[in-house]
Structure formats: structure tokens, C-alpha cells
Nanobody
């Protein structure tokens, strides 16, 4: 299984980014797919999940601004991030089902 993230970068407060996670080796529709982030404090937190049913979970602090989705045809999971704030600065990781398969991580920096 391989997970490859893209779409990070530097954005001003209030801006938007869309992260992508291209997955190979499994059908993402059969598993919980997760986005985590690791901020300056070092802890890696689950911020969004999409389940096989299509139901989603978003951490309270992001649920009005971020949205997880997937494209089964492209086997890709997305994280649309709107109204980004400096506290969203972190390394973002894609993860399969809470297990040991992780993407390489991608930096998102929100700064003016």
C-alpha cells in the first residue's frame, strides 16, 4: 500500500488549499481513510475521516472549514481546507484505517 500526499504550501490567513492523497494497493472505498495533522506541539491529531459508507467525521475545530471527500475512480482522498488560520499550520498526513500505512506528510503553513 502506498499513500502520496500533495497540495500543501504557504497560504495567507483566510485562504484555501486542497490536499490530495493518491492511494495505491487497496480500494479506498472499502476502508476508513483519515487525515491527521502534527502541529508545533508535536502531537498527531485525527482531524477528518471518511468511512466506507461515505459518512464523515471532522474534528470540532475544523468541521465548519474543512471537508474530507474521496474519488473512487481516482482512488484519491481529498481534504478541502477553507478559511485557513495560523493555528492550522502543521504537517498533514493521510492514513489508512488507523493502521501503519501513512503518507509522507505534507507541510501546510498559514502566515501573512
Amino acid at each position: 500500500v502506498q499513500l502520496v500526499e500533495s497540495g500543501g504550501g504557504l497560504v495567507q490567513p483566510g485562504g484555501s488549499l486542497r490536499l490530495s492523497c493518491v492511494v495505491s494497493g487497496i480500494d479506498i472505498k472499502l476502508y476508513n481513510m483519515n487525515w491527521y495533522r502534527r502541529g508545533p506541539g508535536g502531537r498527531r491529531d485525527l482531524i477528518a475521516q471518511i468511512m466506507p459508507s461515505g459518512s464523515t467525521f471532522h474534528l470540532d475545530s475544523v468541521k465548519d472549514r474543512f471537508a474530507i471527500s474521496r474519488d473512487g475512480a481516482k482512488n484519491t482522498v481529498y481534504l478541502q481546507m477553507n478559511n485557513l488560520q495560523p493555528e492550522d499550520t502543521a504537517i498533514y498526513y493521510c492514513n489508512l484505517n488507523g493502521g501503519p500505512a501513512w503518507g509522507q506528510g505534507i507541510q501546510v503553513t498559514v502566515s501573512s
